[in-house]
């Protein structure tokens, strides 16, 4: 069972829909006695971090999430929000990661006709870990954001506009894709696919 940890913070329906094309059981809650029964945990988000942050404070989610020894999978903001501060709210996150997450205007001065947000197709590379298990280097993989996580030791895939990013992070039973594995064709479905048999 995998359990879908809601806090209010959408995008829950494209995963939701790319479980059932896994045919996998799902829960969305945000019941920490719920969320403990499931085998491995997602954490979707689209939305503010500062406001993300205080959502899962809300609903007593910020302790269960750092202390879970279940694979989890972070996506967009979900893994934003396992990094350590994101610009955006000037908000310390969750901590998982030590990367910092910042806007991509921090870098318009190495491509001033960067376009803010990020949105579409790009590629990652320099793929690491299980997760990416059949997933060609370069393989091309949908995108929406204007905040990006550095590079640190725990990036397991790299993509770049206007400067290397992480798209990619883990460190243990945690995992990250800024990008949207659930809309992301066969390749994101891969993906998804690797993290329900980690």
């Known amino acids: 069972m995998i ?5 209010e913070a959408g995008n829950i329906r494209s995963v939701e829909n790319a479980l059932k094309r896994l045919g996998a059981d799902y829960v969305l809650s945000h019941d920490t006695d719920i969320l403990s029964d499931c085998d491995r945990l997602l954490l979707p988000g689209v939305g ?21 020894q279940k694979p989890l999978l972070g996506i967009c903001l979900g893994m934003q929000l396992l990094c350590s501060w994101s610009e955006e709210g000037d908000v310390d996150c969750l901590g998982i990661f030590g990367n910092k997450v910042r806007h991509f205007r921090s870098v318009l ?9 990020q949105m579409g197709w790009n590629n990652i590379s320099s793929l690491k870990t299980d997760l990416f298990e059949g997933v060609p280097d370069g393989a091309f993989m ?30 243990g039973n945690f995992m990250g ?3 949207h594995p659930e809309k992301s064709g066969d390749a994101g479905e891969r993906i998804l696919a690797n993290f329900l048999k980690i």
């Open 48 to 68: 503010e971090a500062r406001w993300a942050m205080s959502e899962l404070g809300k609903k007593d989610l910020i302790g269960f999430i750092r202390g879970t």
């Open 142 to 171: 949908y995108f929406v954001h204007s905040y990006f996580a550095d590079i640190s030791e725990d990036t397991v895939s790299v993509t770049e506009y206007g400067i290397p990013f992480s798209s990619a992070l883990r460190r």
């Open 109 to 117: 001065s190495v491509n001033p006709g960067l376009k803010i947000p």
């Open 3 to 7: 359990g879908i940890i809601d806090y």
């Open 177 to 179: 894709c800024q990008f």
